[in-house]
């Protein structure tokens, strides 16, 4: 008689659940609908890229997640809770498209802040503030302020900025599209090599279909206004990728799908 016991793997944890999820804008001409039916599920510790056209709702979603637009329709859930609860519980850290940082305080000071409003103590501050200039390979330019590093190393500070209070969700809004492209895929490769080490769970938009294809273990495919998903594709690359992988074949017929996607979704212009 065998006594050993079969264990499966527990399934994945649902981080944000949304589910037909619309959102309409009300303006003087008329109602613009920014979303249309959106139903997604981002597990912990996934990669996900959001990639559409200009205007297809990309950022509105994300904005969604941070509790920064209302929904009109459907439901979506941040860690089980609606998306002010997360915020308030600092679910997730946000990065912008700009830096964003104030030039009068040092780079060290720009990433205290969020730590400052939130109350922590001045010695978990300075503990915090070390670690991730160290996750982000900018050890020992804390003193700087930010008008002395190039553009992306303020972005790497940036970024600091969103993990300094360790939030397992990160909300990344093209941070790297007015980058050029050799700063952006040295970002790119970085961005990688610092999931790998938190396992934070990741959601980007971004308008490079080489981008999407190179970070992400998911791509969701959007339709021009309103937005709608077209396809969401799980990435059957490996987690660790060298740049060169984009010469590969299984990264091409990734990339060809993710175009096609796109060329589907003008489908449902008007």
């Known amino acids: 008689m065998n006594n050993e016991t079969t264990t499966q793997a527990a399934p994945p944890k649902a981080v944000v659940e949304a589910k037909g999820l619309d959102l309409t804008f009300q303006t003087k001409d008329s109602p613009v ?12 510790g996934d990669f996900v890229s959001f990639i559409g056209p200009s205007g297809c709702g990309k950022t509105t979603f994300l904005r969604c997640i941070a509790a920064l637009e209302q ?6 859930t941040v860690n089980g809770m609606t998306p002010d609860e997360a915020r308030r519980n600092r679910a997730y850290g946000y990065v912008f498209q700009a830096a964003g940082l104030y030039p009068w305080r040092t780079i060290a000071k720009n990433i205290k802040l969020p730590l400052e409003i939130m109350g922590y103590s001045r010695t978990d501050q300075d503990e ?10 900018l050890e020992g330019f804390g003193g700087k302020f930010p008008w002395q590093l190039s553009g992306g ?7 600091a900025r969103a ?25 790119n490769e970085q961005l990688l090599k610092l999931w790998a080490r938190t396992d934070k769970t990741i959601a ?15 791509i969701v495919v959007m339709s ?14 490996p987690k660790e990728r060298p740049l060169d992988i984009r010469d590969t074949p299984e990264f091409l017929e990734v990339a060809h799908r993710v175009r096609e996607g796109l060329r589907a979704g003008h489908a449902y212009d008007d």
Not at 153 to 158: I, L, T
Not at 204 to 218: Q, W
Not at 224 to 237: A, H, Q
Request: charged share 25%.
């Open 204 to 218: 980007f938009v971004t308008h490079s279909i080489p981008e999407a294809v190179y970070l992400s273990t998911k």
């Open 153 to 159: 190393m303020q972005q790497r500070a940036s970024i």
């Open 33 to 44: 609908q920014a979303l249309k039916d959106v139903n997604l599920t981002i597990d912990q």
């Open 163 to 187: 993990l300094a209070f360790d939030a397992d969700i990160l909300l990344m809004d093209e941070p790297f599209g007015a980058l050029d492209e050799i700063v952006r895929d040295h970002l």
């Open 224 to 237: 021009p206004r309103p937005g709608r998903i077209t396809d969401v594709i799980e990435s059957p690359l």
């Open 71 to 76: 929904p009109t329709g459907g439901s979506l």
């Open 128 to 137: 915090r503030v070390k670690k991730v200039l160290q996750l982000v390979d």
